[in-house]
């Protein structure tokens, strides 16, 4: 093995090594014991695959240590403590179907027969849960609803938020910008620029989450309303659910029967099982999140407005493209705590891609500019 070969088997350990780092992270702030002894499993497993990694290498004549948590997972870690783990579990998840469909696609490439095991990093949980844990159903339940309601979904949502203000705003100040050298028609142009872009982004983000929640809720309804005008028929979806997952028929009947003898116990699993619903999403504030996506797209959007509050001209316009340039490789290697990218790739994709946009805007404002003048 070649210097050049071994560098995706030493970033597959970087990658082992930072999800030991998390795993045991998450098992220390979880205060149910049970939950926590799964994601410790996790963590051992995950410190096996790097231990035979580390073997390969050494195997091939290449020295190879395990390497320190990178500055990614430290972050995680720290974003973690601020706001809850619940973040860093969904973030994890999406990593482990990352490597998985990588997997999948090598054996493919080479013609190596899959063995179903690929995704085994993703199924990981509910197997550590039915097989060595003994953890409730409750437990279980609670663990998957944290990665499909929780994860990394509200940090994805404001950092891209923030992404869609500055872009946004700073593709509208360098087209007027390119029009008019007027530091207030800037201004005024920026300011309403974000105003607006905000108010639309909280009024998207309000209506999507309510009519999400009214749905739900109109689903659930017509579930109970089934329960009580048809329980023998809901008696025989409970049972063909419980039969899906491999449970013997005339077991799979009598745990539905015992699951029917409580109403709300089978609405429960009727709305989790035939409906896919999480009741957790219900208990998203519509207006929370109207707000932080105002909050968040204001926080981009004055980036590049900012500048032209104390003067105008070229210099104005360049301050905003330097300021600008920062915020999104800020936002760029933000974006690296989810797809694990290196920094500086993403980071620099970002403000190539932003400044793009900027410099096509001004271009058309030049011309626009010039037909008006002319």
Request: cysteine-free; aromatic content about 6%; charged content about 20%.
């Amino acid at each position: 093995m070649t210097k050049q070969s071994a560098k995706p088997v030493s970033s597959s350990v970087q990658t082992e090594v930072d999800a030991i780092f998390l795993y045991e992270k998450i098992a220390g702030a979880e205060e149910d014991p049970g939950i926590a002894a799964v994601f410790r499993n996790l963590a051992e497993i995950e410190r096996g695959h790097a231990a035979k990694m580390i073997e390969r290498l050494r195997r091939e004549g290449l020295p190879a240590t395990l390497p320190p948590p990178s500055w990614r997972a430290r972050a995680l870690d720290r974003i973690g403590k601020i706001f809850g783990y619940d973040y860093i579990i969904g973030v994890m998840m999406d990593t482990e179907k990352s490597i998985s469909r990588a997997m999948v696609a090598q054996k493919e490439a080479g013609k190596i027969p899959l063995s179903g095991e690929e995704g085994n990093h993703v199924k990981i949980l509910q197997s550590l849960l039915s097989t060595r844990q003994k953890v409730s159903g409750e437990q279980l339940s609670r663990i998957e609803g944290r990665h499909k309601t929780v994860g990394g979904n509200a940090l994805r949502a404001a950092v891209l938020g923030a992404n869609d203000g500055l872009v946004s705003n700073l593709s509208l100040v360098m087209g007027v910008a390119g029009a008019t050298s007027g530091q207030s028609e800037i201004l005024l142009a920026g300011s309403a620029g974000l105003l607006a872009g905000a108010l639309s982004m909280a009024l998207g983000e309000w209506i999507s989450v309510k009519s999400s929640q009214e749905l739900y809720e109109r689903q659930m309804s017509l579930e109970m309303d089934e329960i009580i005008a048809n329980p023998e028929g809901e008696l025989k979806e409970i049972a063909l659910i419980f039969m899906a997952k491999g449970i013997p028929e005339a077991q799979a009947h009598e745990m539905a029967r015992e699951a029917m003898a409580n109403k709300d116990q089978a609405h429960a699993l009727l709305i989790k099982e035939e409906l896919g619903i999480n009741p957790e999403e219900l208990k998203s504030s519509a207006w929370e999140a109207a707000i932080t996506s105002f909050i968040l797209f204001a926080i981009g959007a004055i980036i590049p407005l900012a500048p032209f509050f104390w003067g105008g001209g070229y210099t104005a316009i360049l301050a905003s493209a330097a300021l600008s340039t920062l915020g999104l490789f800020l936002i760029g290697s933000a974006i690296t705590l989810f797809t694990g990218k290196s920094i500086w790739y993403s980071g620099a994709r970002q403000v190539v891609f932003g400044l793009m946009a900027a410099a096509v805007t001004f271009g058309i404002g030049k011309l626009i500019g010039v037909s008006i003048a002319g």
